[in-house]
């Protein structure tokens, strides 16, 4: 049961003030937060992971702490607080499909642990044979790949220069497998690029050819408005999923929205609790979506706290937040272009169909030693690697076939000290120049040479890690688990 989107709100019903990305920024959780560095000192963190996991926005925070005292088990309790958390978590679904423009009247909102359950739930219920096919392309996240890679054959399409999908290619393949192909799935913006996909044009193809499309929005969520589009539009989008971590509300739920129809057909992938109306022992009537979908109990603060973000997001505008996080990509990148020896990945201007991910390496340094003096002598919090996209980002550095096949055995041989990879700083909505300019000052330095620390890699992980930093973690969060000496993960033993 969806609500259009303009009358279900999660936003503070006091009226909000936060109305710009600056207002934004004073309310992201820990943004003065002070880290330790090498030397001693501490500075303030610079976050600059978005694209991985955002803070938390304090009114998010507020709002589950309003709804705590509240929280109860949903749809099966008969007190007072039980109703008050279906109503309120049921509310939060049609907020999140309000988010998306999704269709009340034919579309249902999923909530999941986050894209990945999302998408390993289409793929599992879309009844694909092992003969039918999946279009998908090179630059996607492995969330998006390898989850329909365990059903039928998928087909990755190309990309051009700057990392864009290959859109002839993807013309001509949709001719030449008509029929066969059942979905089309692609991501709304890579998380190695930041190119955003021309989705309502992919779509209205993939519905010519007979397929569905599906987009994997937990790029674009935080960054774009979405469309989904009446049923009717031929460049509608059939299915989209989000993570709430990407989108300032870390707790765990993201949601798969599509046509209720599809969900009411077949058994769902996890049964269990919640999922249906009526088992006898020989015979099980399976609930409506998106119950029949959400085994078990729900996350239902999780769901709550997305739904409240998404409001907050929508208040200010997506298109603010879009056209701030451009602007904010031509001051990075005018920056960065000057500094020599950095090499920069991806589309370098036009940032209009660009989220805000800026990827990059500097020459004849390692990706992991150049994140580990960020962060260790910067206090700049960026991510280093593959970023969960391999096969894109291996393409994306010219990587042969033999140097790939060489680093794989490596791996498998517990050696990832040579993986290729890349650094990755990634901005939200609420980063400002002041973000920016600290990376760059500390590129600069790096490109120097005035590196103060001296790094070890790790042959095991690849990381590396500067001799003598060995803050205690207690003093900055009490909880801390101190572990028994000698008692070693299983992960960890070699
Ligand atoms: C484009 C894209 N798709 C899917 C995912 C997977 O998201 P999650 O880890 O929330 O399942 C990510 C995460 O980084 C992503 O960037």
């Given at each position: 049961?969806?609500?259009?989107?303009?009358?279900?709100?999660?936003?503070?019903?006091?009226?909000?003030?936060?109305?710009?990305?600056?207002?934004?920024?004073?309310?992201?959780?820990?943004?003065?937060?002070?880290?330790?560095?090498?030397?001693?000192?501490?500075?303030?963190?610079?976050?600059?992971?978005?694209?991985?996991?955002?803070?938390?926005?304090?009114?998010?925070?507020?709002?589950?702490?309003?709804?705590?005292p509240?929280?109860?088990?949903?749809?099966?309790?008969?007190?007072?607080?039980?109703?008050?958390?279906?109503?309120v978590?049921?509310?939060?679904?049609?907020?999140?499909?309000?988010?998306?423009?999704?269709?009340?009247?034919?579309?249902?909102?999923?909530?999941?642990?986050?894209?990945?359950?999302?998408v390993?739930?289409?793929?599992?219920r879309?009844?694909?044979?092992?003969?039918?096919?999946?279009?998908?392309?090179?630059?996607?996240?492995?969330?998006?790949?390898?989850?329909?890679?365990?059903?039928?054959?998928?087909?990755?399409?190309?990309?051009?220069?700057?990392?864009?999908?290959?859109?002839?290619?993807?013309?001509?393949?949709?001719?030449?497998?008509?029929?066969?192909?059942?979905?089309?799935?692609?991501?709304?913006?890579?998380?190695?690029?930041?190119?955003?996909?021309?989705?309502?044009?992919?779509?209205?193809w993939?519905?010519?050819?007979?397929?569905?499309?599906?987009?994997?929005?937990?790029?674009?969520?935080?960054?774009?408005?979405?469309?989904?589009?009446?049923?009717?539009?031929?460049?509608?989008?059939?299915?989209?999923?989000?993570?709430?971590?990407?989108?300032?509300?870390?707790?765990?739920?993201?949601?798969?929205?599509?046509?209720?129809?599809f969900?009411?057909?077949?058994?769902?992938?996890?049964?269990?609790?919640?999922?249906?109306?009526?088992?006898?022992?020989?015979?099980?009537?399976?609930?409506?979506?998106?119950?029949?979908?959400?085994?078990?109990?729900?996350?239902?603060?999780?769901?709550?706290?997305?739904?409240?973000?998404?409001?907050?997001?929508?208040?200010?505008?997506?298109?603010?937040?879009?056209?701030?996080?451009?602007?904010?990509?031509?001051?990075?990148?005018?920056?960065?272009?000057?500094?020599?020896?950095?090499?920069?990945?991806?589309?370098?201007?036009?940032?209009?169909?660009k989220?805000?991910?800026?990827?990059?390496?500097?020459?004849?340094?390692?990706?992991?030693?150049?994140a580990?003096?960020?962060?260790?002598?910067?206090?700049?919090?960026?991510?280093?690697g593959?970023?969960?996209?391999?096969?894109?980002?291996?393409?994306?550095?010219?990587?042969?076939?033999?140097?790939?096949h060489?680093?794989?055995?490596?791996?498998?041989?517990?050696?990832?000290?040579?993986?290729?990879?890349?650094?990755?700083?990634?901005?939200?909505?609420?980063?400002?120049?002041?973000?920016?300019?600290?990376?760059?000052?500390?590129?600069?330095?790096?490109?120097?040479?005035?590196?103060?620390?001296?790094?070890?890699?790790?042959?095991?992980?690849?990381?590396?890690?500067?001799?003598?930093?060995?803050?205690?973690?207690?003093?900055?969060?009490?909880?801390?688990?101190?572990?028994?000496?000698?008692?070693?993960?299983?992960?960890?033993?070699?």
């Amino acid at each position: 049961m969806l609500r259009p989107s303009n009358s279900t709100s999660f936003a503070p019903l006091s009226g909000s003030t936060i109305a710009t990305p600056a207002d934004l920024r004073r309310e992201i959780v820990g943004i003065d937060t002070n880290v330790p560095l090498l030397d001693g000192t501490e500075r303030r963190y610079v976050f600059l992971d978005n694209a991985a996991s955002t803070p938390a926005l304090r009114p998010v925070l507020r709002c589950i702490e309003e709804f705590v005292p509240w929280y109860s088990g949903v749809h099966r309790g008969t007190g007072f607080k039980s109703l008050l958390a279906t109503e309120v978590f049921d509310a939060a679904h049609d907020v999140v499909g309000g988010f998306v423009g999704a269709d009340p009247a034919t579309q249902t909102v999923i909530f999941m642990k986050n894209t990945t359950e999302c998408v390993n739930k289409l793929a599992n219920r879309a009844a694909l044979r092992p003969d039918d096919l999946v279009i998908t392309t090179l630059m996607e996240h492995h969330s998006n790949d390898l989850p329909w890679r365990r059903h039928c054959r998928v087909i990755h399409l190309g990309t051009l220069e700057e990392g864009r999908p290959d859109l002839a290619q993807l013309q001509r393949l949709l001719k030449e497998y008509a029929g066969r192909v059942k979905f089309v799935a692609v991501t709304g913006a890579s998380n190695i690029s930041g190119v955003c996909t021309p989705v309502h044009e992919i779509a209205r193809w993939t519905h010519d050819a007979g397929a569905r499309i599906f987009v994997d929005a937990a790029q674009l969520a935080p960054h774009r408005r979405i469309e989904m589009l009446p049923d009717d539009d031929p460049g509608h989008l059939d299915f989209v999923a989000l993570s709430a971590h990407k989108m300032y509300a870390p707790f765990g739920t993201g949601a798969l929205i599509g046509p209720a129809a599809f969900f009411e057909s077949g058994p769902p992938d996890a049964v269990g609790g919640g999922v249906v109306e009526v088992v006898t022992l020989d015979h099980v009537e399976w609930n409506h979506p998106p119950h029949k979908e959400e085994a078990g109990t729900p996350n239902v603060i999780g769901g709550v706290a997305l739904a409240s973000a998404v409001s907050i997001l929508t208040s200010v505008g997506m298109d603010v937040i879009a056209a701030h996080e451009t602007a904010l990509l031509e001051y990075a990148y005018e920056k960065l272009a000057k500094l020599h020896g950095v090499m920069l990945y991806g589309p370098t201007s036009h940032f209009e169909d660009k989220v805000g991910v800026i990827p990059f390496n500097v020459g004849g340094k390692h990706h992991a030693l150049v994140a580990a003096i960020l962060g260790v002598e910067g206090g700049i919090g960026v991510r280093n690697g593959c970023f969960c996209a391999q096969p894109f980002v291996k393409h994306l550095l010219n990587v042969t076939p033999e140097e790939d096949h060489r680093f794989t055995r490596e791996v498998l041989e517990g050696n990832k000290s040579n993986m290729p990879g890349m650094v990755r700083a990634s901005i939200g909505c609420y980063s400002d120049e002041s973000d920016i300019d600290a990376l760059v000052e500390m590129l600069e330095r790096i490109t120097r040479g005035d590196i103060h620390g001296k790094y070890r890699q790790d042959r095991a992980t690849g990381s590396y890690s500067a001799e003598g930093f060995h803050p205690d973690f207690s003093r900055f969060f009490p909880y801390t688990i101190i572990r028994p000496t000698g008692v070693r993960r299983h992960s960890e033993a070699s």
